[in-house]
């Protein structure tokens, strides 16, 4: 083979090849679906959007229910009661609750209480219940229909609320 002819076979080839190599590069690949947010996964497994704060950056969740959930900082959220979220939360995933849940605490009174577990009834009804104890706190659903913002500190009101009633005691421990 002369160089002449070698020179025709090698641009043949290239030119041939071409097309198939532009196609192959400007073809659409599938983009790797985006993984669903946290509040996402909520509804899926029957929860409401909003028992997390808007400031969540990013979470982990394995096939058994075990997940964390990461924060940008601690914070509150004032729902019927102050709720404080520390940076990370953690428990496990169940259709209607979380249960062995830590970072997540509600003040009564002047005491903060761990929430051990978040459930709501299934099918779903107005409730959620947060369990403190041996007590379930059940408060409105609508509450944590939308996705609240985290503040920093607890709210002045909340700071200079006073003690409620002996009273009330009865209700804590009641409801």
Partial sequence: MTFNSRFHLGFLIFFISTPFTISFILSPSPLPEPKPTVYDILTVYGLPRGIFPDTVESYNLDKDGNFEVFLKAPCYVE?????????????????????????????????WFNVK???????????VYFQIGFVNKKLDIHQFETIHSCMKNGSLRQVLQLPAPVNDIQMLITE
Avoid: Q
Avoid at 88 to 111: C, D, P, Q
Avoid at 119 to 126: G, I, M, Q
């Fill in 79 to 111: 729902f019927e009661y102050l709720v404080y979220y520390a940076e990370k939360i953690s428990g496990k995933l169940g259709i209607g609750s979380i249960t062995e849940l830590e970072g997540i605490e509600v003040k009564r009174f002047l005491f």
């Fill in 117 to 127: 577990e978040i459930r709501v009834d299934l099918p779903l009804s107005d409730s």
